[in-house]
Each structure stands twice: as structure tokens, then as C-alpha cells.
């Protein structure tokens, strides 16, 4: 499965973006998908997960609320709408694959990464 994420960029505290992340390959219909991000200096954090048939999602605490995921599987993409973004939110978010739930070891396939920035 090759994953190709799109859509981050700068935002005002407060702001909406919304990422996209669409999958490619054999494997790609269907297969439970992420997303995580990685902050400058901090490790890659757990942020959102949805099951194959978008039924299931699974939030970190810390965006609840805000942020919502969902997915078109017509077109084999899943969309993170982050809404009331603050700027603990800036990182490089990266669309992930292949498993579901929170624990990054079990996901086999990675996109690219899209950076979000968030200003104060």
C-alpha cells in the first residue's frame, strides 16, 4: 500500500485545515487507517484511527472534539477535518495503514508526512 497525504499548511489558533490521505495498491481498499503526528523535538504521537468501514474511529484525548476522521472508501482516502486548531497542534502529520488503534508498531504502512503549522 503506498499512501500519498495532502492538505497541511499554516493556520491562525483557532483555524480549520483538513488533511487527506489516499491509498494505492493491492491492499489499500477497505484497510484500517491513521493518522499520527510528530512535533519538533517530541516523539510521533498516537492522534486518530478508523476501522475499514469507517464505523470504528478511536481519538486521542487530546484532540477530541476537534478533530474528526472520516473516509470515502469509493476513493480509498480517509480525511482528518481538525477543527479549532491550537498551536500544540503544529506537527508533521503522517497518514499510516494496515492496522487499528493507537500503538504505531502495528501499522506496516506509512505515508510521506504533511506538515501543519499553527500560529498563535
Known amino acids: 500500500v503506498q499512501l500519498q497525504a495532502s492538505g497541511g499548511g499554516m493556520v491562525q489558533a483557532g483555524g480549520s485545515l483538513r488533511l487527506s490521505c489516499t491509498g494505492s495498491g493491492r491492499d489499500a481498499y477497505r484497510t484500517p487507517m491513521a493518522w499520527f503526528r510528530q512535533a519538533p523535538g517530541k516523539e510521533r504521537e498516537f492522534v486518530v484511527s478508523?476501522?475499514?468501514?469507517?464505523?470504528?474511529?478511536y481519538y486521542a484525548d487530546s484532540v477530541k472534539g476537534r478533530f474528526t476522521i472520516s473516509r470515502d472508501n469509493s476513493k480509498n482516502t480517509v480525511y482528518l477535518e481538525m477543527n479549532k486548531l491550537i498551536p500544540e497542534d503544529t506537527a508533521v502529520y503522517y497518514c499510516?495503514?494496515?492496522?487499528?488503534?493507537?500503538?504505531?508498531?502495528?501499522?506496516?504502512?506509512w505515508g510521506q508526512g504533511t506538515l501543519v503549522t499553527v500560529s498563535s
Open positions: 478508523i476501522s475499514g468501514n469507517g464505523v470504528g474511529t
Open positions: 499510516a495503514a494496515g492496522y487499528y488503534g493507537p500503538n504505531s508498531d502495528g501499522y506496516k504502512y
